[in-house]
Every structure is written in C-alpha cells, then in structure tokens.
C-alpha cells in the first residue's frame, strides 16, 4: 500500500508539472492537508464518544447479554472455542462494534480477539507437539475466520459513513443505510460460505 500510495502521488505531481498546472497541485496539496486534519478531528470526536457510549454499555453488562445471544452464531462460526472464553468476548465486542457502524471503536476488541485467537492456537500447537498438522507460524481456522468476517463486517448503522456525509454536506445523509446493510449482509454471507468450505477442506 505504501508503493500504491506513494506512487499514484508521484504520477499525480509529475503529471501536474508537465501539464504546467504545478500550481494548481501545490493548492491541493495545502488545502487537502486541512482537510484531512479537519476530518481526523470530526472522526476523532464521533469514535471517542461511541467508544465511550460502548465502554458504559459494556461496564452495565449490556455488552454481555448481546453477547449472549450470540452464542448460536459464534458456535456455528467457530465451533473449537469456549463460550466463555477471552477470545469469544472479545470477539462479540468487535461483531456488535461492527454491527453499529463504529468500525474504529471495533479496532481494540478485534486486536484483543485476535491476540487471544493467537495464543489458543499456540497452546494447541505444543499440546500436539509434532503430531500437529501446523506449526504456530501458521494461523488457525478461528484466526482466518475472524479476519474475514470482520473485513466483511455486517453493519446495520454505518455511523462512520453518515458522519462523513454530514460533513461533506449531504442532503440525505442516512440514505446509505440500506444500501449499506444490503452490501455488507452479501460480503459477510459470501465470507461465511467461504469460510466454511475452507474449513471443510482443512478437515
């Protein structure tokens, strides 16, 4: 991604001095920049105060009864995983993040899911020692599961594009729910599908 970037600004720049509009791409660059800062500020203060908003409902154990009743789904998506395991709670708090559309707020618990995720499949690793059919190089069903659906990642709020169209002064910035939820409910089933054929071939 950094070649990509990096690249795409270089072509954008060479492109501009030879066409004699060098100008015009060092008013850009200025005013993009304050832009961009302006933007960070506006996401900075919509993902403090929903992680804020989650932090409450999860010290108030709402968090834990949602979780609860995803139990069936995270049963059906990773079968090899307790319940009530660290790597399941947080895995919860990244779907229901997820889920509301507060993608950054999601990042910590998707870390923190993954990282748990990591030292189970460790564990099972040196439990089966040689007769193992991976090394802990390699990542788990649960690992390459959670990836996947958490990059689909079923929102039924997208707050973080609503913001960005309040912002940008949008007539209607709410109509993107529906699409929204239909486009990521069809990334997320594909990644379900896949995700079991997969697995089905491992076994």
């Known amino acids: 991604?950094?070649?990509?970037?990096?690249?795409?600004?270089?072509?954008?720049?060479?492109?501009?001095?030879?066409?004699?509009?060098?100008?015009?791409?060092?008013?850009?660059?200025?005013?993009?920049?304050?832009?961009?800062?302006?933007?960070?500020?506006?996401?900075?203060?919509?993902?403090?105060?929903?992680?804020?908003?989650?932090?409450?409902?999860?010290?108030?154990?709402?968090?834990s009864q949602l979780a609860g009743r995803m139990r069936p789904v995270l049963k059906f998506l990773f079968p090899g995983l307790e319940p009530d395991s660290p790597a399941?709670?947080?895995?919860?708090?990244?779907?229901?993040?997820?889920?509301?559309?507060?993608?950054?707020a999601s990042t910590s618990a998707g870390l923190?899911?993954?990282?748990?995720?990591?030292?189970?499949?460790?564990?099972?690793?040196?439990?089966?020692?040689?007769?193992?059919?991976?090394?802990?190089?390699?990542?788990?069903s649960a690992m390459c599961t959670f990836m996947i659906i958490n990059v689909s990642s079923l929102q039924l709020i997208p707050l973080n594009m609503i913001a960005y169209r309040t912002k940008y002064g949008s007539a209607d910035p709410a109509a993107i729910v529906g699409p929204a939820i239909l486009a990521t409910a069809v990334s997320t089933a594909v990644a379900v599908v896949f995700c079991k054929i997969m697995d089905g071939k491992r076994g």
Not at 94 to 104: D, E, H, K, P, V
Not at 114 to 127: G, P, S, T, W
């Open 88 to 104: 399941c709670h947080y895995i919860s708090l990244n779907f229901l993040s997820n889920l509301f559309g507060i993608s950054w």
């Open 112 to 140: 923190k899911a993954m990282e748990e995720l990591d030292r189970l499949n460790k564990e099972e690793c040196r439990r089966y020692g040689k007769t193992g059919r991976r090394s802990p190089r390699t990542a788990s």
């Open 1 to 63: 991604m950094t070649y990509l970037w990096g690249g795409m600004i270089l072509i954008g720049v060479l492109y501009g001095a030879f066409a004699g509009n060098l100008q015009a791409v060092t008013e850009a660059v200025v005013s993009s920049s304050g832009e961009a800062v302006s933007l960070c500020i506006t996401m900075a203060g919509i993902t403090a105060m929903w992680t804020g908003i989650m932090k409450i409902a999860e010290n108030a154990g709402l968090v």
